[in-house]
């Protein structure tokens, strides 16, 4: 039996799999839905098999954060290209594994991929389905829970690719903690304070400076001052509250934590 473009926009409009690919099922199945529909699913499933062993090197990290804030979750979903990354079905698959994963709280992405979304099928399931709509290999790489007392908890996404979740020391406006969220994705301090800063960090930059004032030729405390001087520039330039703070260049984000009587 002739099977009709009208029956063939309808699989592809239940299914998302391809024109041809669409007309063959019905043909092979003459013109029942349902099994083409079944067909489909099958043959899907066996191509995103194939597509699984693939590398998928980009992807997007999607931000959840409760309403009393007091739990977050960064999740890290990658597909082959930057083409699918940008697709609204695998940013959207993204925001649902996030809200998942926030609900059940899953002890590792073992236990997250058998977890039920909004659809009823598992997150297993709807990465099979994305995958043999897309035609990309996509993989849910990571996640992390982040805990803390109501009011604490904010977060900040960087064009898809960067997540930070900050919480404060003190319940505050939402707005502060999403602040400084944002500063940490783009000036990527090492830690907090001088007082977090890693000793064989600190050792090895002491290390190098003393070496380089060394050949100055000065005198022996006038090397110490230069090193001092310098490993003083590198605990501002690499810890969070030395920092000028991105949006205020002219205060350190420890003064404009101060203003609101809150600290990281």
Do not use: W
């Amino acid at each position: 039996m002739p099977i009709t473009a009208i029956e063939v926009k309808a699989l592809r409009e239940r299914t998302g799999a391809g024109m041809m690919e669409c007309k063959k099922a019905l043909t092979e199945t003459n013109g029942d839905l349902d099994e083409a529909i079944a067909l489909l699913r099958k043959k899907g499933a066996a191509s995103a098999e194939k597509k699984s062993g693939r590398i998928a090197a980009e992807g997007v990290v999607e931000l959840g954060v409760n309403p009393d804030r007091s739990l977050a979750v960064l999740v890290e979903l990658n597909c082959e290209t930057d083409f699918v990354a940008k697709d609204d079905s695998f940013k959207s698959f993204a925001r649902e594994i996030a809200g998942a994963v926030m609900n059940s709280r899953p002890p590792s992405i073992e236990d997250a991929v058998d977890l039920a979304l909004s659809g009823g099928h598992t997150i297993e399931a709807a990465r099979q389905e994305l995958i043999a709509k897309i035609g990309e290999n996509i993989s849910l790489r990571r996640f992390e829970l982040i805990e803390g007392e109501a009011g604490t908890l904010a977060g900040y996404v960087h064009g898809s690719r960067i997540g930070v979740v900050v919480q404060l020391s003190t319940s505050s406006e939402e707005e502060v903690g999403r602040d400084i969220a944002m500063h940490i994705a783009a000036s990527r301090p090492l830690c907090i304070d001088e007082n977090a800063m890693p000793a064989e960090v600190l050792q090895k930059e002491q290390d190098i400076y003393s070496a380089q004032a060394a050949e100055s030729g000065k005198p022996a405390e006038i090397v110490e001052k230069m090193v001092s001087g310098r490993i003083s520039k590198f605990l501002k330039e690499n810890t969070l509250v030395g920092q000028p703070f991105v949006k205020n260049p002219d205060q350190t984000v420890g003064e404009m934590l101060a203003t609101h009587d809150a600290a990281v």
